[in-house]
T-cell receptor, first 112, second 117 residues
Framework: SQKIEQNSEALNIQEGKTATLTCNYT??????LQWYRQDPGRGPVFLLL?????KEKRKERLKVTFDTTLKQSLFHITASQPADSATYLC???????????FGKGTTLSVSS | EADIYQTPRYLVIGTGKKITLECSQT?????MYWYQQDPGMELHLIHY???????EKGDLSSESTVSRIRTEHFPLTLESARPSHTSQYLC????????????????FGPGTRLLVL
């Protein structure tokens, strides 16, 4: 069955550094991959979508890469700020294309 | 900020009670979803709808039911709440062309945190 794995531990970094979060998937070849941000007690908020034929996508301080050979996506936040502290979720469309499958997320904590 | 609303935000209720969680969106989206999420865990899809009069069960088995009588409204009902139903319930919507989710951005509501005693 399809499986998504994100950094299992929380990621703690200092303000100004680059945060790198990992999303690995198995038993599947998704056409798209999405990243969401979730704050405690709130619903996820869409950040970026990357297609299988795109190697990299950027939005302001965010960068996502998609390596279909390694079955991995990397999510980077440059010049991180305490306001970036949240849980970041990776999501893929299911094999049948009828649902999004979410990873457990990686909790990022940026200290000043 | 997404125009999707959920009520109540928090609900504490006794075992055996019937409850309805409300979800509405003003974006005119055809596709709507209900997810269940426990602390530190993945979101699990429990129901979705392609549009009015369409409802489908998601990957996670759930004793809840849904209805879609109006495009903007997608309520979830539990006929008899049990402690095992304690969780956070998240509603979402997306635009839909065709019947696949690939590439669709989902817009989430703030969630309803349910506690069944």
């Amino acid at each position: 069955s399809q499986k998504i794995e994100q950094n299992s531990e929380a990621l703690n970094i200092q303000e100004g550094k680059t945060a790198t979060l990992t999303c690995n998937y198995t038993n599947y070849s998704p056409a798209y991959l999405q990243w969401y941000r979730q704050d405690p007690g709130r619903g996820p908020v869409f950040l970026l979508l990357i297609r299988e034929n795109e190697k990299e996508k950027r939005k302001e301080r965010l960068k996502v890469t998609f390596d279909t050979t390694l079955k991995q996506s990397l999510f980077h936040i440059t010049a991180s700020q305490p306001a970036d502290s949240a849980t970041y979720l990776c999501a893929l469309a299911s094999q049948a294309g009828t649902a999004l499958i979410f990873g457990k997320g990686t909790t990022l904590s940026v200290s000043s | 900020e997404a125009d999707i609303y959920q009520t109540p935000r928090y609900l504490v209720i006794g075992t055996g009670k019937k409850i309805t969680l409300e979800c509405s969106q003003t974006m005119g989206h055809d596709k709507m979803y209900w997810y269940q999420q426990d602390p530190g865990m993945e979101l699990h899809l429990i129901h979705y709808s392609y549009g009015v009069n369409s409802t489908e069960k998601g990957d996670l088995s759930s004793e809840s039911t849904v209805s879609r009588i109006r495009t903007e409204h997608f309520p979830l009902t539990l006929e008899s709440a049990r402690p095992s139903h304690t969780s956070q319930y998240l509603c979402a919507s997306s635009e839909l062309s065709g019947r696949t989710l690939a590439g669709e951005t989902q817009y989430f509501g703030p969630g309803t945190r349910l506690l069944v005693l």
